[in-house]
């Protein structure tokens, strides 16, 4: 933190506005994969089991 606010300081850097964009652009992508493994594939496992006990309630009802 106290590396990045100095190295995007304008009055010490020329090139502070692309640095910060550079570095928004990166925690960005960090937390985007962060959310995805945490709750992107939490929701698909349980999609994919619900669709399971869906075919299986078919089966049970078009066998019986």
Not at 14 to 34: A, C, E, P, Q
Not at 35 to 45: H, I, V
Request: hydrophobic letters at 45%; charged letters at 20%; glycine letters at 10%.
């Amino acid at each position: 933190g106290i590396a990045i606010k100095a190295s995007t300081d304008g009055e010490n850097n020329l090139d502070s506005m692309s640095i910060t964009f550079v570095y928004t652009v990166l925690l960005m992508i960090i937390m985007g994969l962060s959310m995805y493994f945490l709750y992107g594939r939490a929701g698909s496992s349980s999609a994919r089991a619900q669709r399971r006990r869906a075919l299986d309630l078919a089966k049970e009802s078009a066998g019986g």
